[in-house]
């Protein structure tokens, strides 16, 4: 009803009023959706972002960790090494000392030998003493014994291969004591050559025990000990000095690998660097292609909007043709 007093100049006017609020209308909602839509894509390229770099932070942390294990592993082994041989040498010492002390032992046994003897004491056949202790003489060793022995009715004693008495007789005074001897004693030929054998053999083992207690051979084999000793001496510093020399090349290697190990870390931490200026260069890159996108969407509404207000000036001016 009211647009039937109103003028048809004020009706044109209304209606372009109202044309142009629904132009404002229309491009507020277009306003809208395309600052949602940008909303939308700043919120996901910031997501985006973020997990790049919480993948880039577990990656670094991981690889920090494997090399931390390898040091570690690496430490354990070099200490490991290093404890054994020290205990090798510990025990080549010990062991070495424990020779020595044989040697000294078995020096001081050798050595430290009392026989008690003496040179002008004669022992009897096959080694029995005789029973008088006034006799000095070896069993068998002149005839007069026998005879005088034999003559004076004392008992003769003889000794078999076996080193028991033989047999004991008296021989009368008036019998001849050679017939005697032959008629009554058991002794064969060959207990005399095994006495004989026995003899030789006991004075072989005189000498040998003489030998033994014998100055020249003690002085002799104190130098070859003295000496053995010396060497063991010149072995074990030896073996000291091989083992500083060792443990210096050992301090040497581990500073060697120390500085690798840093020179290693240094060209790892300029390799992140140089990984963390490519992913800036790349997120920069798809930062400027998304704004290049944006601004396209954006020239692409302003130009749709330029058309849509181009046919709305255009009603508008054939409406105040009218």
Not at 40 to 68: G, S
Not at 75 to 97: A, N, P
């Amino acid at each position: 009803m009211d647009d039937v007093h109103l003028t048809e100049r004020e009706q044109r006017l209304l209606r372009r009023e109202q044309l142009k609020a629904d132009i404002a209308q229309k491009e507020r909602e277009i306003q809208e959706r395309t600052n949602e839509n940008r909303l939308k894509k700043i919120k996901q390229r910031d997501r985006n972002i973020e997990m790049l770099q919480l993948k880039e932070l577990q990656r670094q942390r991981n690889e920090l960790i494997e090399k931390r294990r390898h040091a570690r592993q690496e430490r354990d082994e070099q200490h490991r090494v290093v404890e054994e041989q020290r205990i090798e040498l510990r025990d080549k010492s010990l062991r070495t000392q424990s020779r020595t002390s044989d040697i000294e032992s078995q020096r001081l046994k050798e050595t430290v030998i009392d026989i008690k003897y003496e040179d002008d004491e004669l022992k009897g056949a096959c080694g029995h003493t005789n029973i008088d202790s006034d006799i000095k003489r070896m069993e068998f060793g002149e005839n007069s014994r026998y005879t005088k022995r034999t003559y004076t009715d004392q008992s003769l004693i003889t000794i078999n291969e076996y080193e028991y008495v033989d047999r004991e007789r008296t021989m009368p005074k008036d019998q001849n004591h050679c017939k005697y001897f032959d008629q009554f004693s058991t002794v064969s030929n060959d207990t005399v050559d095994k006495g004989s054998q026995w003899l030789r053999r006991k004075k072989i083992q005189l000498e040998e025990e003489h030998h033994a207690n014998s100055e020249d051979r003690i002085k002799i084999e104190g130098e070859i000990n003295r000496t053995q000793g010396y060497q063991l001496i010149h072995k074990c510093n030896k073996r000291d000095m091989d083992f500083k020399m060792e443990m210096e090349t050992l301090q040497k290697q581990i500073e060697l690998m120390k500085l690798e190990e840093r020179e290693a870390v240094r060209k790892i931490q300029i390799k992140e660097e140089l990984r963390e200026t490519k992913q800036k260069e790349k997120l920069q890159a798809e930062q400027r292609k998304q704004n290049e996108d944006r601004l396209r969407t954006l020239k692409q509404e302003k130009y749709e909007l330029e058309q849509s207000l181009l046919e709305k000036q255009s009603v508008l001016s054939s409406l105040a043709e009218e």
